[in-house]
């Protein structure tokens, strides 16, 4: 039988739950975008990867201001949102050259939020057949890129727009 460990996952499985702040809400205080994987800040939204990915180059858009129903969010946080997701559309699409993108926002916990209190929007490149037997079967992702290196990459083409 063979085995591949993620160690790095057992710390956020076995204390998601029991977080107490808003970890959009405190990532982007620390002022340690690197650390954090923030590749970039906007003047309302900032965009983030996903510790967790599902693919290469899972970014999440999210606002500043702590909200937990896109109806709650100020109008000019929404549009400069929307924005930023065109932008990091067209950042993946470079950098990856993925087959398509998904992009969606889950609201509440019943949908899917891993941050139910704090809307986000993810925006995430595919390829056909990245739902191999090891993520439908083996419940288990392969991804091809370590985090550092996503970081610097996607900084940089924010960097460079």
């Known amino acids: 039988m063979d085995y591949l460990w993620s160690p790095w996952r057992y710390s956020y499985v076995t204390t998601a739950e029991q977080a107490t702040d808003c970890i959009f809400c405190a990532l982007p205080a620390e002022n340690r975008d690197a650390e954090n994987y923030i ?8 965009v983030i990867l996903n510790r967790f990915p599902y693919t290469s180059g899972h970014l999440m858009v999210v606002p500043y201001e702590h909200q937990p ?22 950042y993946l699409r470079a950098n990856y050259k993925p087959d398509g993108l998904n ?6 916990k019943a949908a899917g939020a891993g941050v139910a209190g704090h809307i986000h929007m993810h925006v995430l ?14 419940e288990t992702r392969v991804l091809p890129e370590d985090l550092q290196v996503t970081y610097e990459k996607l900084s940089r083409a924010f960097k460079n727009g």
């Open 69 to 90: 129903i896109l109806e709650a969010v100020a109008e000019d946080t929404l549009v400069e949102m929307i924005l930023l997701v065109r932008r990091t559309e067209g």
């Open 125 to 138: 490149p595919r390829w056909v057949a990245d739902a191999n037997f090891m993520t439908s079967v083996g």
């Open 39 to 46: 590749v970039y800040r906007g003047r309302l939204n900032f």
């Open 103 to 108: 992009m969606g926002i889950n609201v509440g």
